[in-house]
């Protein structure tokens, strides 16, 4: 795969990826939208986009409607052969998670916050998202896999944990459906790739978990996401094997 794109939303998670590709900031892009990086590896091209920061809060865009802006300009201008949604995320210890594992996604991608009781419209909300399939890759960079799931929230209520638990998602997020969503309407291969952050069933409050291994989870994205993209870079659009 020639050209890679990753789309990321807070800089804290992206800071140790950018310096272990030498990343470049790229200007005149967007800037109201989008900060993109680039970076050469073994001849492939890749584009770090992040989500931008919030012109009124000023704060890193978190969320899903950024995300979907951030992939259409991605995909539009950079035109990837595949698209990584990057990131921290919560997990469960009942799922077999722990504080630093780094997943890659499987099966497919939710949205556990759009509940739509109309016709047809119930499967639109879910989304279900296609995603790459990666469990080679997972064996071989010691990734754990699972289906990903997202909402526009750290925490969740109790709607959303019937929805999760419906789906049996294995990892929690804020942007990985939208991304996913854009790359299926645009005919492009995608996968998340997250490091967890927090436990979503610990008795320690999400945020408090979170503050606490952001930086150490953002150092272990960054190691595997390099392997990921070492994995990808030799292989055809299309082939995981
Ligand atoms: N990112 C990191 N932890 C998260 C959580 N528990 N829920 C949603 N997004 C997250």
Redesign the pocket.
Known sequence: MKRIAVVMAMSAEASPVLTALSAEAATGVAPLVVRWFTATRHRSEILIALNGRDRRFGVDSIGTEPAALSTYVAIDRFRPDVVISAG???GWERAGGAIGDVYVSDGCVVHHDRRIALEGFREYGIGAYPVLPARQMAATLGLKTGIVTTSNS?DENDDDRLMISASGAAV???EAAAVAYVCEQMSVPFMALKAI??L?DHPTA?ADQ?NANLSMAAKRLSEKLLEVLDWLIPRERGDMS
């Open positions: 921290t995320a919560g750290l929690k997020d804020m952050t927090d979503v999400t979170f």
